[in-house]
């Protein structure tokens, strides 16, 4: 399974961002996850989207801001980021996991990752 995400850019604070991850598998059928990392820091688990139900899950820093969903045509993954904070500068990951129980929210969770999109909040 090869990922591509993209849609990162430079932003202000307060403003919103789409992040997009196009998957060359059917992603109904995987966990699929987004992840962030900051320069000097750990990768962190930011949302998650479970195989099949569709149920969410969210990080606490960003529930409430951030929204994961799938694309109707299946093999995508979309993130919206409203009210970005600089704190939200990183780069950002969309991972997947062949798991069948509830999306992991550590990075050796998933099987497959793309490559990073920088995103960048100004304050």
């Known amino acids: 399974v090869q990922l591509q995400a993209s849609g990162g850019g430079l932003v202000q604070a307060g403003d919103s961002l789409r992040l997009s991850c196009v998957s060359s598998?059917?992603?109904?059928?995987?966990?699929m996850g987004w992840f962030r990392q900051a320069p000097g820091k750990d990768r962190e688990f930011i949302a998650a989207l479970k195989r099949i139900s569709g149920s969410t899950y969210y990080a606490d820093s960003v529930k409430g801001r951030f929204f994961i969903s799938r694309e109707i045509t299946g093999n995508s993954i979309s993130l919206q980021m409203n009210s970005l904070k600089p704190e939200d500068t990183a780069v950002y990951y969309c991972?997947?996991?062949?798991?069948?129980?509830?999306?992991?929210?550590?990075?050796?969770?998933?099987?497959?990752w793309g490559r990073g999109t920088q995103v960048t909040v100004s304050s």
């Open positions: 991972a997947a996991s062949r798991g069948i129980g509830t999306p992991g929210v550590l990075p050796p969770d998933y099987d497959y």
């Open positions: 598998g059917r992603t109904l059928t995987m966990n």
